[in-house]
C-alpha cells in the first residue's frame, strides 16, 4: 500500500456541521486507525507495517466508496436576460463550505471519467491530448485489475480507442506511436514489425516514427542482427532522403532557400545517420564508423559543383573512394571536389603528353621479329615440370600439417578447459583465459578506428603477412557505405553533421542543439560512457559520485571516457584536419574554430604534458589568423584559450585588437557583442569585488559596447558621463532586439548583447538589476519558443549562473524557485540539474529534493535524471535500497531500458556492494535489453569472470556471433601466446 496507517487525533470538525460529521462516521468513511506500535512489536508484523488485514482488503474493494470533493464551478455574472436553474442536490451528496462531497467508488470512478472521455472525445475529435489521456486511463484501469483475462480487455479497449484516434487523426505521429505500443504489449515480434512496416509505408518521411521503429528493432534480443538492422538504416536513410528531395522540389522547385519544415526534415536525417554510426560503433565496426563520416561529409560538403542525379553522384563519388585521394581527416586531404579538379588536370596533362609521343613517332617503323617460339616452349615445360614436382611434395607436407592442426586444436581446446573427446555438457575450469581475451579485445577497439585503405599495399614483414587477413577485414569498401550516403541542402543540417561528428569522436563543441531536440535526447540515450559535456557537471557534485559504505567504494568516474594515449592522440589530429577542411565550407564558425584549437591542445598535451603553461595551438592559431586577419571571432577564440592556459596578459592583447578594428569593420559589427561579452567574461573570472581591477576592467569593456564609442584599450575606471551613456544605450538595444526577436530568429549575437547589458547593470547598479535584464528579456518570448531555442536556453542558464554566484543577497526560495521553472522548461538541461543538486545539498533536507526527483520523474524520466539522481544519493551515502529502486525504476522503463551507460553502472554497482548473484542478473537483463552493445558484453568478460564459468563465458563468445559482433581476436591467438610464454 502507498498509505501510511494513522488515526486522527481530537475529532473532525467541517464547519461545526455535526450532522454531516455523524454520517460520514455512520458510512465508515472515515475511520480511526490503529494505535501505533514499535516497530519490532510482534503485533506490527501480524496487522501489517502500514495497512491492517482488513483495512487492505477494504481499500482494494471495488465498490468501497470514497470522498471525492468537487470544487465550485466559477461564477459567471449573468445578465437580467439570463436563465438561473435551480441546482439539484443528490441525497447522497453533502454541501460542506460551498463544495460538494460525493461518495464514490472505483468503479463509479471508472464510469464517471469514461462517460467524460467518451463526452470530449465526441466533441473535440482533433484534440490529441484527450484521446491519449483516455488511452493512459485505461492504463491505470488494468493496473487495478488482478485477473489477466480482465486486464487483456482493458488492452482491447485502449487499442479500440487509440484506432478510432488514429482513423480521425490519420498524420498525428504520437498517436500513431502510442496505438503500435499497445500493439506491442498482445502481439509477437514478427506481428508487431509488420505492422511497423505498414505505417512507415503510410508515414516514409517520419524521422520521429523511423526512430521508434529502430528503437523496437535494436530491443529485441530474438530478432536482432547486425545485418538486418543496417537494411532497416539503410531502408530509412533512403526513404528520408527521398521524402525529403521530393518535397523539396513540389514546393521549392527555383527557390534556393529552404523554409523550417525543409529544415527539419533534414536535420532528422541527419540524426537518423548519427544513429547508424553509433550503432556502428557500439556493435565493434570503428573503421567502417569512421570510413561513414569522411565518406557523407565529402558527399554533402564537397561535391563538385555538377547538375547531377543522385545515382550520377554516387557514381562520380565510387570513383573517388576507391582512388588513392586523401579523405576527410587524413593528412593532404583537399575535399571531393578539389581532387576530381586536379585529377582532370593530371588527365589532360597525361593526354596531351600522349598525343604529342604519338605525334613524334608517327611513320613507317618496319617489321618487328618475335623472339623464338622454341625457347620459351622449352622454358614452359621446364616450368610446369618443376611445378608438378612441388605440388606433390606440398600434398604430402599437408596431410603432416593436417594432422599436427588436428593434434594443435586439441590441445589448445584442453586448454581453454574444454575435452574435445568428452560430453558435450562437461564442465570448464578456465575463465582466466575469457579474461585476458576480453583484455585484448578492449585494446584493439581502442587502437584500431581508422580505415585501411585497400590500395595502399601492405607490408611484406613476417608479422605483418600474418595479419594480412585482419588488416583486409578493416578495409572499407564503397559497397559498404553506399547505402547510406545522402545529400543535404540546407546549412543547419549540413553544419550540425559536422558538429556532431567533432564531437562523436570526443572533440569539445560549443553546444548548438537545444536539450529538448530529439538529437541530444538520442544522444543521452545511446551512452554507453559520459562525455565531458554531461561529467563535468556530475563531477561538481559533493563527493563526484562517490558512495563509501564499509569496505565497498563505487564511484561514476569509470563512465568517463578514458581513451588510450595513442589512440587519443591520432583521433585529436584526425579531428583537427577534418575540422580544418570543413572550416573553408563553413568560414568565419567560431564553433568549428573552437573545436580546432582545442583538438590541437589535447594532441600536443598527450605528447608532452610539461606544456601546461605555454598554449599548445598558439601556432595554429596564428597560422588562422594570418588567412584570414578581419576574422575577428577567431581573434576572441584565440584569447580564451591563452586565458585558459593563464596567460592573462597575452589574451588582452589580442582582445584589445580585435575590438581596436571592429570600428573599421562594418560586416562585423553584428559579432561585436560576443567579443565584447568575452572580455568581459574574462575579467571577471578572477573575482567579483566591487573594487577589484578587474570589474573596472569588465565595466571599461562593456561601457563601450553599451554607448556605442570605439573601443581603446583601458586606462583606469570608465567616466560617469560614459557610464550613463552606455546604461541609455543598452535599454535601446533592447527595445530594439524585443521588435527584431518578434519577426526573426533568435541570434547568439542578440542574446549575447543581453548578457553584457546584463553584466554592466550587475556591476553598476546591483545584481538585482542584472537579473532583472535577464529576467525581462527571457519574458518577451512564448514557452513554446523558449523550449525549442538553444540560445534561449544557454540565456536561462546565464541568469541561473548569476543568481547562484550572487546566493548570499538572493533569497534561496527565488532561487529555487528559478531552477525548477527551467526544469520545466528544459527538463533535460544537465547544468540545471547540476544547480538543482548544489542548492539542495546547500540549504534544503535529503527528501525534498527527493521529491522533486520524484515529481521530475513522473512527467519526464530520462538518462540525464537517472543519473543525477544517483550521483546525490551515491554522493551523500544514500541507502542501498533507495539506490537499487533508482535503477530499477529507470531499467523497467520501455525507452530507458535501452540505456547501455544505466546498465553498466548497474552491473558495476552491485559488484562493488559485494552482490555478485544480483550483479550477474543484471548483466543477463542487459544484454538481453541492449543486444548490440559489444563495452556491455565485454564488462561480463571483465567483472563477472568469478561467477561465470568458462563454458558460459565460451557460450556468450558464441552469441556475440549469433549476433554479428565485430571480434577482432580469436581465442586460440590467446592460447598461442600463452603456449609460446610457457616454454624455456
Known sequence: MDIVRYKHEGGMRLESDLQVYSRLNQKSLLKRGEVDVDGLDAQMRTIGRYCSAKYSALERDKNFKRIRVVAPKKHVPLTLDDFIPLFDEDENDISISGRLVVEESWEDEVLRKTREFNKLTREHPQNVRVWLDFAEFQDKVASRQPQKGARLQTLEKKISILEKAVELNPEDEDLVICLLKAYGNKDSADILIGRWEKVLMQHSGSPKLWREFLHVVKGDFSTFKVSELRKIYAHAIQALSSASSKKHRQGHPAVVSLDHADIDAELGIVDIFLSLCSFEWHAGYHELTTALFQAEIEYCLFCPPLHLTEQSKKRLFEHFWNSNGARVGEDGALGWSTWLEKEEETRQKLLQKASSMEDEQAGWTGWFVPPSQHKENSLKSEEAGGTVLTVEEMEEDKDVDVAKLEEDDASLLRMLGIDADAEA????????????????????????????????????????????????????????????????????????????????????????????????????????????????????????????????????????????????????????????????????????????????????????????????????????????????????????????????????????????????????????????????????????????????????????????????????????????????????????????????????????????????????????????????????????????????????????????????????????????????????????????????????????????????????????????????????????????????????????????????????????????????????RAIHSCPWSKMLWLDGFRKLNNILSAKELLDLQEVMREKELNLRTDIYEILLQDELTAKP
Open 425 to 924: 555438457n562437461s564442465e570448464v575450469h578456465d575463465p582466466t583465459t575469457w579474461v585476458r581475451w576480453s583484455e585484448v579485445e578492449s585494446s584493439k577497439d581502442r587502437d584500431q578506428w581508422k580505415p585501411v585503405r585497400g590500395n595502399s599495399g601492405f607490408s611484406q614483414s613476417n608479422e605483418e603477412m600474418e595479419d594480412a587477413d585482419e588488416q583486409f577485414s578493416r578495409v572499407i569498401f564503397f559497397e559498404d557505405i553506399s547505402d547510406y550516403l545522402f545529400s543535404l541542402s540546407s546549412h543547419e543540417a549540413r553544419l550540425s553533421l559536422v558538429l556532431q561528428f567533432i564531437e562523436f569522436f570526443g572533440g569539445e563543441v560549443s553546444r548548438c542543439i537545444c536539450t529538448n531536440s530529439s538529437s541530444w535526447i538520442e544522444k543521452l540515450l545511446s551512452l554507453e560512457t559520459l562525455p565531458n559535456s554531461i561529467s563535468e557537471y556530475i563531477g561538481n557534485i559533493n563527493g563526484a559520485g562517490k558512495f563509501e559504505s564499509g569496505s565497498c567504494t563505487f564511484s561514476l568516474e569509470f563512465l568517463s571516457q578514458n581513451p588510450h594515449s595513442s589512440a587519443r592522440n591520432g583521433i585529436m589530429n584526425f579531428l583537427r584536419n577534418a575540422a580544418l577542411l570543413c572550416l573553408k565550407v563553413f568560414p568565419r564558425n567560431y564553433k568549428l574554430e573552437e573545436a580546432i584549437l582545442h583538438a590541437e591542445e589535447k594532441a600536443k598535451l598527450e605528447i608532452n604534458t610539461l606544456l601546461q603553461t605555454a598554449m599548445p595551438s598558439r601556432a595554429l592559431a596564428k597560422n588562422l589568423l594570418k588567412s584570414d586577419r578581419q576574422d575577428v571571432l577567431l581573434c576572441g577564440v584565440y584569447a580564451r584559450r591563452e586565458a585558459a592556459f593563464g596567460n592573462l596578459d597575452h589574451a588582452r592583447k589580442v582582445f584589445d585588437m580585435a575590438l581596436s578594428s571592429i570600428s573599421g569593420l562594418h560586416s562585423e559589427n553584428q559579432t561585436a557583442p560576443m567579443l565584447y561579452l568575452w572580455y568581459a567574461e574574462m575579467e571577471l573570472a578572477g573575482g567579483y569585488s566591487s573594487e577589484s581591477e578587474s570589474n573596472s576592467r569588465a565595466m571599461h569593456i562593456l561601457s563601450c559596447l553599451g554607448s556605442g564609442t570605439t573601443y581603446s584599450p583601458y586606462k583606469g575606471r570608465p567616466l560617469s558621463t560614459q557610464l550613463l551613456r552606455a546604461h541609455q544605450g543598452f535599454k535601446e538595444h533592447i527595445n530594439a532586439i524585443k521588435s527584431l526577436w518578434a519577426r526573426e530568429p533568435v541570434s547568439d549575437s542578440s542574446v549575447a548583447l543581453i548578457c553584457s547589458a546584463a553584466q554592466y547593470e550587475r556591476l553598476t547598479v546591483g545584481w538585482a538589476a542584472g537579473v532583472k535584464v535577464l529576467t525581462d528579456a527571457l519574458s518577451m518570448v512564448l514557452p513554446e519558443r523558449k523550449r525549442r531555442s538553444y540560445q534561449l536556453e544557454f540565456l536561462y542558464n546565464y541568469h541561473v549562473r548569476m543568481l547562484e554566484k550572487h546566493l548570499e543577497e538572493a533569497t534561496m526560495p527565488k532561487l529555487l524557485q528559478s531552477v525548477l521553472l527551467g526544469l520545466q522548461i528544459y527538463p533535460f538541461n544537465p547544468e540545471l540539474f547540476r544547480s538543482l543538486v548544489h542548492l539542495s545539498h546547500l540549504h534544503t533536507v535529503p527528501n525534498k529534493l527527493r521529491q522533486i526527483f520524484d515529481n521530475l520523474w513522473q512527467k519526464n524520466p530520462s538518462v540525464i535524471l537517472s543519473l543525477f539522481s544517483l550521483s546525490y544519493e551515491l554522493s551523500r551515502g544514500g541507502s542501498q535500497h533507495r539506490i537499487h529502486g533508482l535503477f530499477e525504476r529507470a531499467l523497467t522503463n520501455d525507452k530507458l531500458r535501452l540505456s547501455v551507460l544505466l546498465w553498466r553502472c548497474y552491473i558495476a554497482y552491485e559488484i562493488d556492494m559485494g552482490n555478485i548473484s544480483a550483479a550477474r542478473r543484471a548483466f543477463f
